[in-house]
C-alpha cells in the first residue's frame, strides 16, 4: 500500500484512491473534450469508425504520456494536437486519404448543405480539410491552429488562405460567391 | 483580391459562431472581401457540422481509459524485462566469442595433432560432465526459443 499525496493535515490516499480520482479527472476531461475531438476526426476523415478509433488512441496517448499540469484551453489544443498527428500518420502510411462518408442521408434536414459539404470534403485535401475545419467550426485564430497542428503562424495564413479560396469555389458557387 | 489575410478574420468568424456580430464588425465584414468570403464558408461548414453533431455521440470513457492502462502495463513490462534481453543479447556474443577463439585455437594448433595429444577427454568423469553442460546449454537455449516465440515480442512472458 503506498502512500501518496502525504499533504499536511490530510489522510495520506491509498494507490486505489489515487486510481479512482484520476480515473474521476480523466472522465470530466473526456466528457469536455470528445465531442469536438470526435466532430474533427469524422469531419476530417469522413469515417466514422476510424474517428472512434483515432479518439481512443488520442486519450490513450494522451494519458500514457502524462503531459505536465495544463490549462483547461492548453489541454484541448493538445488533443488536438495528438489527434492531428494521429491522422498525419495514417496518410503517411497512405491507409486513407480520400474523404469518404457512409452516413445516412435520411435524418439530414439540409440536404443541400450536407451534399455541398461532402463534395467540397471530398476534393480538399487533408491538411486543407483539417485547417478549414479548425479555423470555421472550432473557431480556433491562426497562432491556435498553429498549436494544433505544429505548424507556423505564417504557414497556417497561407495555407488557410489557399484552402479558404478552394472551398469558396467548391461550396459558394450556387451561394453568394464573394 | 491582393491581400491573403485579414487581422479581424478570427474576429468575424467567431462573431458568426456566437451569433454576435456588432454593427462595427458588420461594416468591416461588408468591405472586407476576405472576412466576407472567411464568414460565407464557416457558414455553410458550421450548419453542416450542427447538422451532424447529434451523430457524434463519442464511444464510452471508458474504453479510452482500458486501452491506456494495457498500454501502460505493456510499457511497464518492456522495461521490468529489459535487463532480461541485454542479458541475452551478451550470452549471444559470448557463444559466438568463444566459438571463434575455439575455432582459432584449432586452426593454430592443428587439429589432428592437438587431438592425437589431448587426453583430457579420455577421463570418464570429464565427458559426463561436458555433457551434462551441453545438455544444459541446449535445453536452456531450447525453452528460451519456444518462450519467446509463444509472447511474439523476443521477450520471455515472465
Not at chain 1, 9 to 35: C, H, I, W
Not at chain 2, 65 to 86: D, G, Q, S, V
Request: aromatic share 8%; glycine share 4%.
Amino acid at each position: 500500500m503506498d502512500e501518496s499525496f502525504p499533504i499536511a493535515g490530510l489522510v495520506p490516499l491509498t494507490e486505489k484512491e489515487v486510481a479512482a480520482m484520476e480515473e474521476q479527472e480523466f472522465r470530466s476531461l473526456y466528457d469536455a473534450t470528445a465531442r469536438p475531438i470526435l466532430g474533427y476526426l469524422v469531419g476530417v476523415t469522413g469515417r466514422r469508425e476510424v474517428a472512434d478509433d483515432l479518439l481512443q488512441e488520442t486519450y490513450c496517448r494522451f494519458l500514457v504520456r502524462q503531459p505536465p499540469t495544463m490549462g483547461r484551453d492548453e489541454t484541448r489544443r493538445y488533443l488536438f494536437r495528438i489527434a492531428t498527428n494521429l491522422l498525419r500518420d495514417r496518410w503517411r502510411r497512405r491507409d486513407d486519404e480520400s474523404w469518404q462518408d457512409a452516413a445516412e442521408d435520411r435524418f439530414c434536414v439540409d440536404f443541400d448543405t450536407q451534399m455541398d459539404v461532402r463534395a467540397a470534403m471530398r476534393a480538399l485535401k487533408p491538411r486543407e480539410r483539417e485547417l478549414l475545419w479548425l479555423a470555421y467550426v472550432e473557431g480556433m485564430n491562426h497562432a491556435e491552429i498553429g498549436a494544433a497542428t505544429g505548424l507556423r503562424a505564417i504557414s497556417v495564413r497561407m495555407l488557410l488562405f489557399r484552402a479558404r479560396q478552394k472551398a469558396a469555389g467548391l461550396l459558394l458557387p450556387k451561394r453568394e460567391k464573394v | 483580391m491582393n491581400r491573403r489575410w485579414c487581422e479581424r478574420e478570427s474576429d468575424a468568424v467567431q462573431a458568426l459562431r456566437a451569433g454576435l456580430l456588432s454593427p462595427e464588425l458588420s461594416s468591416h465584414v461588408l468591405s472586407c472581401a476576405i472576412c466576407a468570403e472567411a464568414q460565407a464558408v464557416a457558414q455553410v461548414m458550421l450548419r453542416a457540422a450542427s447538422l451532424r453533431s447529434a451523430e457524434h455521440e463519442p464511444p464510452p470513457f471508458d474504453l479510452a481509459w482500458r486501452r491506456a492502462e494495457a498500454r501502460r502495463k505493456e510499457i511497464a513490462l518492456k522495461r521490468a524485462t529489459r535487463p532480461l534481453i541485454f542479458m541475452r543479447v551478451l550470452s549471444v556474443v559470448y557463444a559466438m566469442v568463444s566459438v571463434a577463439w575455439f575455432l582459432h585455437y584449432l586452426w593454430r594448433a592443428g587439429f589432428v595433432e592437438l587431438l592425437s595429444n589431448w587426453t583430457v577427454l579420455q577421463g570418464e568423469a570429464t565427458c559426463f560432465a561436458a555433457a551434462i553442460a551441453v545438455l544444459s546449454i541446449v535445453i536452456g537455449a531450447g525453452y528460451l526459443l519456444r518462450d519467446s516465440r509463444r509472447t511474439g515480442e523476443g521477450v520471455p512472458s515472465t
